[in-house]
């Protein structure tokens, strides 16, 4: 090794060098970057793709002696892991491992926290702690791991320090069992991006699951009995009637979690065996989504850009609930407002509050259903205008009219595809030559998770095999014994052993040109506006999938999953 006084004997970058892992120069822009921004050496290099986190955890074990272990391969010791309070694992980042000879051996973001090691062992009644080596990746998804898998009975006799870490949620945070439980899984949920929680009631067990990326995972079962006062508990923080249990309620709170604020939307259902509780989690003041993040192809971005800054006219977003039409409408809105243009949105209920709109909530009770609201709204001398969504005739005829005198209309519908939304219009009552000359452009879209990059594995499978899944998957007239490179999801520690971590968008712009006009006037079907479409280049949500599938991105299961 070159003598530099870059590399100082002993440190980490010493060692990665010795094993080749990175060269002098490497580190030398490291260093440069690390004396400008002041943060840690490893994080930079791994950040700058010079190696990787298990690379800076080997070079640590080099330097203090710690033994390197991948949780991953050796996996999570519940009971091993409960020895210390989670909460306190979680804010020192640190977990119990395995136990040998008397000894406990801790995976520690801080290895040399001597304090820390003194406390673990007063914790776990003198043990001797011996700190190991672990990537942090690892560590944060295995602490996650152990906060979805918290029961009940282990916050029954909670210690001060995981009162505290429950306060941002309930400032008077009681000893009930069922407090306890529902803080604990609104807790959960936000630190694991879910975006629903369900407490379901069955024969003997309450259930509870998250939704994430899309999917229901079961994180818990506790005993039936504990129902009824989760349900009362639920109730009294969204502000219903704790004695009504034979109707359906809805009601909402806000709650504040690791310094985050959500609003959440709570709706409780009576079914069979007791009230099926359902809250969706909405951040508030998370950053807004532009369109530059999502994930359009090139062409089919063009297209999206140009029409929605056309002076007037109808888009439509489709697709099913939870496919991310309303961030699509959001980052649109973000596009095309400034300070030149007066935008009102009609929003039932107000999902992401958005600087510079004049956004209104609509009241059924009151009579501001969507189709009065957008009477009104004309009268306010809008430039662009969002309906919140297409939900009945009246509404969708009030939105044509309204693009045909001259306002941008956004809006939602529920359709399968994008060509489905013009015979949707004509079944809702909207007469054919209207949606002909208002209707500029249809999205329809759905979300597919994205295969997690540190697990994902490349395998060879056949044509023949592939297009028994995919028939219309490309082949080139390849031979059905010819084989591909896809990948397929395995799952790891660092997603839940799911194979998936986050979602993208699949899309399909149907841009209406004349000749579409033409077919909408005398109500073509939409498999003809379809055809039409793809020969104008419209890329189908199949055919975008399939790209995702060749990219890497995601794997043939997903697909099969989300599109038709």
Do not use: W
Not at 327 to 346: F, G, M, N, Q, R
Not at 515 to 544: D, F, N, P, V, Y
Request: glycine share 6%; with cysteine; proline share 4%.
């Amino acid at each position: 090794m070159a003598d530099n006084n870059v590399v100082i004997p002993g440190s980490i970058g010493y060692f990665l060098i010795k094993g080749k892992i990175i060269t002098e120069e490497q580190l030398a822009q490291a260093l440069e970057i690390q004396a400008q921004e002041k943060g840690l050496l490893g994080q930079i290099l791994v950040d700058m793709g010079f190696c990787t986190e298990a690379d800076i955890s080997r070079a640590i074990e080099q330097k203090t002696g710690c033994k390197y272990v991948s949780i991953e391969e050796i996996g999570v010791n519940f009971a091993i892991a409960n020895m210390v309070p989670i909460e306190y694992s979680v804010k020192k980042g640190v977990l119990p491992l395995y136990e040998e000879d008397g000894r406990l051996f801790v995976a520690m973001k801080n290895p040399n926290d001597v304090v820390t090691r003194d406390n673990l062992s007063v914790l776990t009644g003198g043990m001797e702690i011996v700190p190991v080596i672990v990537t942090d990746t690892e560590l944060d998804a295995a602490l996650d791991t152990i906060l979805n898998n918290v029961n009940v009975d282990e916050f029954e006799d909670a210690d001060e320090e995981q009162n505290d870490a429950l306060e941002s949620l309930d400032n008077d945070l009681d000893e009930k069992p069922a407090v306890q439980l529902v803080n604990q899984v609104i807790t959960n949920a936000v630190r694991s991006g879910a975006s629903d929680i369900h407490f379901e009631p069955m024969e003997k067990t309450l259930r509870v699951r998250l939704r994430i990326d899309g999917v229901l995972h079961e994180i818990m079962t506790q005993p039936v009995k504990l129902h009824a006062s989760v349900a009362s508990r639920v109730k009294v923080i969204g502000g219903m009637d704790i004695a009504e249990r034979r109707i359906p309620q809805d009601g909402r709170t806000t709650v504040k979690v690791d310094e985050r604020t959500f609003d959440i939307r709570i709706a409780v259902l009576p079914s069979v065996y007791g009230e099926k509780i359902v809250m969706r989690l909405l951040e508030r003041g998370s950053k807004s989504v532009q369109l530059k993040d999502i994930n359009f192809s090139k062409d089919q971005e063009e297209k999206f850009l140009n029409t929605i800054h056309l002076p007037y006219g109808f888009l439509l977003v489709t697709g099913p609930t939870g496919s991310g039409k309303s961030t699509t409408l959001y980052a649109t809105l973000a596009e095309v407002s400034d300070i030149t243009k007066h935008v009102i949105t009609l929003e039932d209920p107000v999902e992401r509050r958005m600087a510079g709109l004049c956004q209104v909530q609509m009241n059924s009770k009151a009579g501001m259903t969507f189709a009065a609201a957008l009477r009104s709204v004309l009268r306010a001398d809008p430039d662009i205008v969002m309906v919140g969504e297409i939900r009945d005739g009246e509404t969708a005829k009030i939105a044509v009219e309204s693009a045909l005198t001259g306002h941008m209309v956004f809006s939602t519908l529920h359709t399968n595809d994008a060509p489905g939304a013009v015979t949707r219009l004509d079944e809702m009552g909207v007469e054919p030559f209207l949606t002909a000359s208002s209707l500029v452009g249809v999205l329809a879209q759905r979300l597919i998770r994205v295969l997690c990059p540190r697990c994902k594995e490349e395998i060879e499978i056949t044509y023949e095999e592939l297009l028994k899944s995919l028939p219309d998957f490309p082949h080139d007239g390849k031979k059905p014994t010819d084989t591909i490179k896809i990948h397929k999801a395995k799952g790891c520690i660092a997603c839940n052993n799911t194979g998936y971590k986050g979602r993208q968008g699949v899309f399909e712009f149907l841009q209406v040109t004349n000749e579409m006009r033409e077919l909408i006037i005398r109500r073509a079907s939409s498999a003809e506006i379809k055809e039409l479409a793809i020969k104008q280049g419209m890329h189908t949500l199949r055919q975008e999938g399939i790209d995702k599938i060749l990219e890497g991105t995601t794997s043939v299961e997903e697909v099969l999953r989300v599109l038709v």
